[in-house]
């Protein structure tokens, strides 16, 4: 039974990250949101591919200087502890409001890949895959074309 309860607890600490990345994106609370990265995380997806908390928060601090509102569902978690390894894959519909018009919207549909690692701090994001699966609006709201390198597609 403890094996049991140390896998229930690890699970739900690595849930609990996911939804702390989620609110530090949607609350721009940039500090939280890079607390739940390993110092050499990756973050990737079609638009993006940064390394480390601090790229990760300026990546976020940028999309906010483009939007006016951010909200991100996160839920469907399945995770999979192996030792001090673990694999999490949820599912994010993310909504965008542009800047200058409340009727600028960007909304997605995407799933989450993250491997996560268990550190002397408790379990961090060690790398995290977004697939996006479907997509409305217009995508141009999140970034500029120079936009440090990003791409907007």
């Known amino acids: ?22 609110s530090g994106v949607d609350d721009q609370d940039i500090p939280r949101l ?10 990737h997806a079609e638009m993006f591919d940064v390394r480390g908390p601090a790229a990760i928060g300026a990546l976020v601090e940028n999309i906010w200087s483009h939007v006016s509102a951010l909200q991100h569902a996160v839920s469907n978690f ?6 001090d390894e673990a694999r999490m894959r949820s599912t994010v519909i993310s ?6 018009s409340p009727d600028d919207l960007f909304a997605a549909g995407a799933v989450y890949f993250d491997r996560l690692v ?10 995290r895959f977004t697939r996006v699966d479907w997509k409305s609006g217009d995508p141009s709201i999140l970034l ?6 990003w791409t907007v597609s």
């Open 34 to 43: 890079m607390a739940v990265f390993t110092a050499d995380a990756r973050m």
């Open 1 to 22: 039974m403890p094996n049991m309860l140390q896998q229930l607890a690890d699970q739900q600490e690595c849930i609990s990250l996911a939804l702390r990345y989620a």
């Open 118 to 127: 268990r550190s002397q701090d408790g379990w961090r994001i060690a790398e």
């Open 144 to 149: 500029t074309p120079t936009d440090a390198g």
């Open 95 to 100: 909504i965008h409001i542009g800047r200058d």
């Open 78 to 83: 399945e995770v999979t502890i192996d030792g």
